[in-house]
């Protein structure tokens, strides 16, 4: 497999840019809250919905999809033409996840990168993706844990592509995406196995009493 050297570079160094724009902390700003200081101290959709309120959460949810979806859209429209065109994709899909996590705009802070690999997931796999957002539904209406379910639908993707034959890129490159999350996700699975994770209440259930 041979990729050219420039279109392979613009996809990663674009993507990561792309990834890198911390909606969540400047949406959490815009209503006078350091999202860095604050709850799980993540800029991500979850930490904004809890400490800024939903409608700034579910913004901010939309828009880093969006960044995965651009991230990955992009190099797939322009380099159609290409051999290994899905390639330039997956680059900057993962350039965009690895951005969310370590912005360039926050001193290298940032997100899970769940949203973003969702956004570009859909591009690239949609499939995968649909069973995802199913896994991802399913865990957490029965837990009402956003990082178990983000975790599982996260390691559902390499799963899903193995059994459905995407062929050994997807296979691959949805693992390593699921690596990262669950690497972001490492005091949160701490948390679980200690019974102390937060979630979310169900409706007629106090807040105090969803840990």
Known sequence: MSLDPIAALLSAGIGYIVGSLSFGYWVA???????????????????????????????????????GLVATGWPLLLYSKLEYSENYG?????????????????????????????????????????????????????????????????????????????????????LALAMVVVARHKSNIARLIAGKENRFARKGENAGDAK
């Open 90 to 174: 997956l680059i900057g899909l993962f350039a965009a996840v690895i951005g969310h996590s370590f912005s360039i705009f926050t001193r290298f802070r940032g997100g899970k990168g769940v949203a973003s690999m969702l956004g570009g997931v859909v591009a690239l796999m949609p499939i995968a993706a649909l069973i995802g957002v199913a896994v991802w539904l399913v865990v957490f209406y029965a837990t009402r844990y956003v990082s178990l379910a983000s975790i599982l639908m996260a390691v559902s993707l390499p799963i899903s592509n193995r059994f459905l034959d995407t062929g050994p890129t997807l296979l691959w490159v949805s």
């Open 29 to 67: 700003k815009a209503n006078g809250v350091d999202i860095f200081a604050v709850g799980s101290r993540s800029p991500g959709a979850t930490n904004v919905k809890r400490s800024v309120g939903n409608k700034a959460g579910n913004l901010v949810f939309v828009l880093d999809f969006i960044k």
